[in-house]
């Protein structure tokens, strides 16, 4: 099995959604473009990936959604050394089709009471969908490593969600551990790199907003 040496998760760079919640009840989520800010940090990241890649091939995987299309873009990475493949299963959690701004900020509000892991959007999912999609594509990338001209770096272009919940079953942490982190910001990396001891290991944490509040002894 040719298992790469990085695995390399990026979020998004910021999008029109990010700076004007309101711009969700005229079109659609998956079609909202970056914001000039977006571009830029698509741009800062890309520089990083050029540095840490070098020549080598990389393997991308990118959501569906425009914004993350356009930050893929963003990166300006060499097409002779890139494979692309839209994967839909690495978009954003569905939170209905046209949203109502007010109705959602009310639904944010009990998410956050109830567990943004189990909390369910009326029409939408909640972050165990999401996670169940995120498994199955896990399931998937292991089997694209048994190629033996795998190449050595993969890169995912998702969203903050889905990288914590990629995060979350790659190194099965509870939910309790989940609900206690923080989403990157737009553009931000993590990248989970092969050790010596063939186990992988993440580059840095994500940030934690409060401690895990486990009910038992998987805490």
């Not at 800010?37 to 995987?61: D, H």
């Not at 959007?121 to 999401?130: L, W």
């Not at 942490?173 to 990248?191: D, I, Q």
């Not at 934690?208 to 486990?214: I, Q, V």
């Amino acid at each position: 099995m040719a298992r790469p040496r990085r695995i390399v998760l990026v979020r998004h760079g910021e999008s029109r959604g990010n700076v004007d919640d309101s711009v969700y009840e005229r079109e659609p989520d998956h079609a909202l473009a970056l914001t000039e800010r977006g571009w830029r940090q698509a741009e800062e990241t890309g520089k990083k990936l050029r540095e840490l890649f070098g020549r080598e091939r990389v393997s991308v995987y990118v959501s569906p959604y425009r914004r993350t299309h356009e930050t893929l873009r963003g990166f300006h990475l060499d097409p002779e050394r890139i494979r692309v493949r839209e994967e839909p299963r690495l978009r954003e959690q569905d939170w209905g089709n046209w949203q109502d701004r007010e109705d959602v900020r009310l639904q944010k509000a009990y998410r956050d009471a109830y567990g943004h892991f189990f909390y369910r959007f009326a029409q939408g999912e909640s972050g165990a969908d999401v996670y169940d999609r995120v498994g199955g594509f896990l399931e998937s990338l292991f089997r694209s490593f048994e190629a033996p001209d795998h190449p050595p770096n993969v890169l995912i272009v998702t969203h903050g969600l889905a990288m914590r919940l990629f995060c979350m079953r790659w190194f099965h942490w509870t939910v309790a551990e989940f609900e206690s982190l923080s989403n990157p910001g737009n553009g931000e990396m993590r990248m989970l790199v092969l050790g010596d001891d063939d186990k992988y290991v993440l580059d840095r944490p994500f940030e934690r907003w409060r401690n895990p509040e486990p009910y038992g002894i998987t805490g």
